[in-house]
């Protein structure tokens, strides 16, 4: 009996020892974390919550769908052609559009790294959550950089063709550059 009373007595101030180290100093104040992540993370312009795996699409022409390729207007087959860092890439070209989709998987650094397209070492957009940045902007042409890990980015160019292309819903050449890339990201699984 003297054992039993023993156990409990040592149970119970175990128990009042847990719910002492669960209290606050100050009943009503949170009591500060040490874990977590820093405020610099958070305030990270290159942050990336969610990455995809670019490189799980080896065929750049599959980057966009059919019916997205139809929602923006390009009526071509799409043809593999090679990016300015060597790797595939996927044009589709006709009277309205001429549009590109150049994965990065290759040189190994996401859109922090790829400091001249950046401005003052910061994206200068954003497209789906995916800090991105603007190149080439024109009246008539926009290419719009994504960076979906640290280390894989996409460029989408595109560029209005002769046809009244305003007709189509794309008067904004970086909001349809944009609009396209968001379509990539949807295409694109989680890393």
């Not at 009042?16 to 100050?26: E, I, K, R, Y």
């Not at 599959?62 to 923006?72: A, H, K, S, T, Y």
């Not at 990016?83 to 989709?101: E, I, M, P, R, T």
Request: net charge negative; aromatic share 6%; charged share 20%.
């Amino acid at each position: 009996m003297n054992t039993t009373r023993t156990t409990l007595a040592a149970a119970a101030s175990l128990f009042g020892l847990g719910l002492a180290g669960c209290s606050s100093p100050t009943p009503g104040q949170p009591e500060p974390t040490t874990g977590g992540e820093t405020t610099s993370a958070v305030n990270d312009p290159f942050r990336i919550d969610q990455p995809k795996n670019l490189k799980a699409i080896s065929d750049p022409c599959q980057l966009l769908n059919r019916q997205q390729l139809q929602e923006v207007g390009a009526t071509t087959t799409g043809r593999q052609d090679k990016s300015q860092w060597g790797q595939a890439n996927c044009a589709w070209d006709d009277a309205k559009l001429a549009l590109q989709v150049s994965p990065d998987t290759v040189q190994g650094q996401g859109l922090r790294y790829t400091t001249k397209i950046v401005a003052d070492g910061k994206p200068t957009a954003e497209v789906a959550g995916y800090p991105a940045t603007h190149v080439g902007a024109t009246s008539g042409s926009c290419g719009t950089y994504v960076s979906t890990s640290d280390t894989e980015l996409f460029l989408v160019d595109f560029q209005m063709g002769t046809e009244d292309f305003k007709a189509s819903g794309f008067s904004d050449p970086c909001a349809a550059a944009d609009e396209i890339a968001e379509m990539v990201i949807k295409n694109l699984p989680p890393a």
